[in-house]
């Protein structure tokens, strides 16, 4: 079943994209925010309090009503539920349109469009990168996003379905992804700061979280890629990301598409340490040299095209390993 969820959860979003502004996203944020309002007392305890209420709370939500459809209706209401979650938190269309809009202006020598879309997408200051190095950030942003949007909602929404619990794994997964991007947004953008302690309660639990689908990701990027380079690059040059699991995901793409990826640093419009921990690449040497970049050839305009053919043959690894797990299941 989980096989078939995917699929055309895959399907619809390809056909029919969420809307950026639409109303689950919204009630989405206006959880986050009134639990953060209403429990975030600033201490380390309050803060946990606060990461199990808007992350675990939706995720049991949507279990509870896996459940209830399964036992009530039958698996075929529950797969329509599964879909419609996967709908939700599953998806290229999600991103893909901003990596899109960048590659374009990249391909007509518009250097400076693509300047600003990537510091629209990414809030982030881009007006004095050079070439090769906003090349190589649209590269490493797009990877994460990926990894984000697809391979790790995969990862977790396959586990928790094989033990039962229907899409819980990709709403745990997707709110887990959310507030560590909305909270120290609102920190910043309203009166009522989110406290540090909620902060490193949401960057902890992302850590963990993301721990495994991060290896599954450069795993498979590894094996539609090149290899040995993959994996060597993985176990060498992963600790030049600031962010461990980052880190596994960009060095396995640095090998299995032959980029050179890190280097100078974004200056992140985030200040908060979530957010330096999720967007930050490495920061350049005190000599000046990029000698904290991972070893390959110069971002270039066509890797970008190589990055998509990377990613969608990923996809195409998962679900062939999805098929064969469910129709194993089927004959046993």
Not at 26 to 31: I, V
Not at 108 to 135: F, H, N, Y
Not at 293 to 314: D, F
Request: charged share 15%; proline share 5%; with cysteine.
């Amino acid at each position: 079943m989980s096989f078939f969820a995917i699929l055309f959860a895959l399907l619809i979003e390809q056909v029919r994209p969420l809307a950026r502004h639409n109303p689950i996203h919204t009630g989405l944020r206006a959880w986050a925010r009134w639990v953060s309002s209403n429990f975030d007392a600033g201490k380390s305890h309050h803060g946990w309090i606060c990461w199990v209420l808007a992350v675990l709370v939706p995720a049991a939500a949507a279990w509870a009503i896996h459940a209830a459809l399964l036992f009530f209706l039958g698996w075929p209401f529950a797969m329509v539920w599964s879909v419609v979650v996967l709908y939700l938190t599953l998806g290229f269309r999600q991103f893909s349109h901003h990596f899109t809009s960048i590659r374009d202006a990249l391909e007509t020598a518009d250097e400076a469009q693509a300047r600003e879309l990537l510091a629209q997408w990414q809030q982030v200051e881009a007006s004095d990168l050079p070439r090769r190095e906003l090349v190589r950030h649209v590269i490493e942003y797009s990877v994460l996003a990926a990894h984000r949007h697809v391979f790790g909602v995969l990862a977790w929404f396959s586990v928790l379905a094989a033990l039962g619990m229907g899409p819980a794994g990709a709403v745990l997964y997707r709110m887990s992804e959310f507030v560590i991007r909305y909270w120290p947004h609102r920190s910043l953008r309203e009166t009522q700061p989110v406290s540090p302690a909620l902060q490193t309660a949401s960057v902890r639990a992302w850590h963990a979280i993301d721990w495994v689908p991060a290896r599954l990701t450069a795993i498979a990027f590894a094996v539609v890629g090149s290899f040995e380079e993959a994996i060597d690059c993985w176990r060498h040059h992963a600790q030049r990301f600031p962010n461990d699991n980052d880190g596994v995901v960009l060095a396995a793409t640095s090998g299995a598409v032959n980029v050179r990826l890190g280097g100078e640093a974004l200056r992140s419009a985030y200040a908060s340490p979530a957010a330096q921990a999720l967007h930050a690449p490495a920061p350049p040497s005190a000599t000046g040299e990029d000698s904290e970049s991972t070893p390959g050839r110069e971002a270039e305009v066509g890797h970008l095209r190589s990055v998509v053919g990377l990613v969608w043959r990923s996809v195409v690894l998962w679900m062939v390993l999805l098929a064969l797990l469910t129709m194993a299941r089927l004959l046993g």
